[in-house]
């Protein structure tokens, strides 16, 4: 469970930084029941569900990029661990204005948003 409240608790940081506590309380409130159910969840189900997805996605929309990674032996369980960490931490590893348009993305059009920003 340690990684779920380091991941929550890092985005949260990052909403009060830039809202007032209360609009980031809402902001986390509703990304937590509406937009992304189950990805902070203890079970990890919705989060892990989503990473295999992606996974699936890029051997049919990026064949050249799964071969590579094969080629690398990089296997399912290296490639969704990275995913994952994409996913919880809402891609805070890109530049601010990257993040914060992929945050855009997410409360507008729900996890599609992970996706197309993973590919």
């Given at each position: 469970h340690g990684r779920i409240i380091r991941d929550y608790v890092y985005t949260a940081?990052?909403?009060v930084t830039m809202f007032t506590r209360q609009d980031a309380f809402w902001l986390l409130a509703s990304l937590v029941e509406d937009v992304?159910?189950?990805f902070y969840h203890p079970s990890l189900i919705?989060?892990?569900t989503?990473?295999?997805t992606l996974h699936d996605l890029?051997?049919?929309k990026l064949p050249g990029v799964c071969q590579s990674l094969a080629t690398l032996q990089l296997d399912r369980g290296a490639l969704c661990a990275?995913?994952?960490s994409w996913f919880m931490c809402l891609f805070t590893q890109l530049p601010g204005e990257s993040m914060l348009r992929v945050w855009d993305l997410?409360?507008?059009e729900g996890n599609k948003a992970l996706f197309r920003t993973a590919l």
């Open positions: 940081g990052l909403y992304l159910p189950g919705a989060v892990h989503d990473t295999n890029v051997g049919v990275v995913f994952i997410l409360f507008f």
